[in-house]
């Protein structure tokens, strides 16, 4: 049965490496496509000589003329004179921004005056840049390289957005017809909370998207999705039975450890958390990537809720092998955990987090969920306050589950 967790996972790696790489277009997939339309032939042919070399082209001596040629063409970019006979290019260029036939692409308004009110009124019709003629030659270029490449990164955080829906609806149809439908109540809220943090994550991503690109139609469509999501998740998962035994592979227990805490990185350092890594846990396990993703990230995650006021902010992660387990710990320079709530902190639905201290509340299902997973390894999840100050969470997990794991390949 495919397994959901793994699924987002692969979603959620497609996403942070698009990003964390400023999302750049693979060459074959770029629309290097632009429109020229001027109502002047000379200008038409000074643009076209500079720019056909590089860049596919279309002309178009009206507004009129521009709107069907956009439609077919489909371009990255529309150069337009403001200027011309009939529909003026403010006038154009509000047509452009609100007809999604015409594709949306970036505008850059000509104009031959340079006033002020002219280049205020073409960003208020919607236009992205304004140029004045004559034109210097390295600014055109250069504005249009960065104008192409707005463009196709909306493309991209468009392709991303519609196959995360589409792999959601794929995912649902599966488990629906799966007829494993035993996981109700407590279990089905547990998976929900689970999937709370890689959705923190993406939240992390799209605001950062949105200060840098706050008129991105894409990146406000991202975050309307992003927000529909857990609910999406909520309805499919609501009583679904999840196989604990489900993906069982060998694992390189320290590279699954390094991958889940290279996504939270970016998120602790939001919050001027200092995450400190140190794995040597040189060995390979039969388990569920994803399970291992679940525990740490929720480990993690609730560390770096207990530092939310602290001066002081740090987390450290450790790996190392013990015998016959491997442990993982997670300590937090936080305020640790009270004595009369040590024995509770595992029970389901108990939180600390009420909604009364400026932070979200919280809902007393991971550390439960967290547990069961470990303890279905045959290991053990435990968190004590440390003698250094804060608390520690410790995982022991057997190497030698089902009898298969081994040494990892120098």
């Known amino acids: 049965m495919p397994h959901f967790y793994d699924m987002l996972g692969r979603i959620r790696g497609s996403l942070s490496k698009g990003l964390m790489m400023e999302l750049k277009t693979q060459g074959s997939n770029e629309n290097r496509r632009i429109v020229i339309v001027d109502d002047e032939p000379k200008n038409l042919k000074i643009l076209r000589i500079r ?49 999604p036939s015409l594709g949306n692409p970036k505008v850059i308004l000509l104009s031959g005056k340079g006033l002020i009110e002219e280049k205020l009124e073409g960003y208020e019709s919607g236009a992205d840049d304004y140029l004045t003629k004559p034109f210097n030659k390295q600014e055109l270029e250069a504005k249009i390289r960065v104008f192409l490449r707005l463009f196709n990164l909306e ?9 995360l829906e589409e792999e959601v609806k794929l995912r649902s149809e599966q488990l629906l017809k799966a007829e494993r439908l035993t996981f109700v109540g407590l ?31 894409a990146v406000t469509k991202i975050d309307e999705v992003q927000k529909k999501l857990l609910e999406i998740v909520k309805n499919i998962l609501g009583s679904v039975d999840r196989d604990l035994k489900d993906d069982i592979v060998p694992l390189e227990i320290d ?14 350092s939001e919050q001027d958390i200092r995450l400190k890594v140190d794995l040597d846990a040189d060995v390979m396990v039969m388990a569920s990537a994803s399970h291992i ?26 790996s190392e092998v013990s015998g016959s387990d491997i442990i993982v710990s997670v300590q937090d320079s936080g305020p640790g955990i009270p004595s009369n709530l040590q024995e509770k902190i595992f029970e389901p639905l108990f939180t600390t987090k009420d909604g009364n201290t400026g932070q979200a509340p919280g809902h007393g299902l991971g550390l439960s969920y967290c547990r069961r997973i470990i303890e279905n390894y045959g290991g053990s999840l435990a968190i004590k306050n440390h003698e250094e100050g804060g608390a520690i969470a410790t995982v022991h997990l057997p190497i030698k589950h089902a009898g298969k794991s081994i040494k990892k390949a120098s």
Do not use: C
């Open 293 to 318: 993703r679940q525990v740490v990230g929720n480990l993690v995650k609730n560390a770096m809720d207990a530092l939310w006021d602290q001066d002081q902010k740090s987390i450290k992660v450790r």
């Open 155 to 163: 493309q991209q955080l468009i392709q991303i957005n519609q196959d």
């Open 187 to 217: 279990h089905s809220a547990q998976i929900v909370h689970n999937l709370k943090n890689p959705l923190q994550v993406l939240r992390f991503y799209v605001d950062n998207l949105k200060k840098d690109h706050p008129e991105s139609k």
């Open 255 to 268: 590279r699954v450890l390094r991958d889940e805490l290279d996504f939270l990185r970016l998120g602790a």
């Open 51 to 99: 720019l056909a070399k590089d860049y596919e082209l279309a002309e178009a001596s009206s507004g009129e003329e521009a709107q069907d040629i956009i439609r077919s063409f489909q371009p990255a970019l529309v150069l337009l004179d403001i200027m011309m006979p009939g529909m003026s290019g403010y006038e154009l260029t509000k047509l452009i921004k609100q007809d």
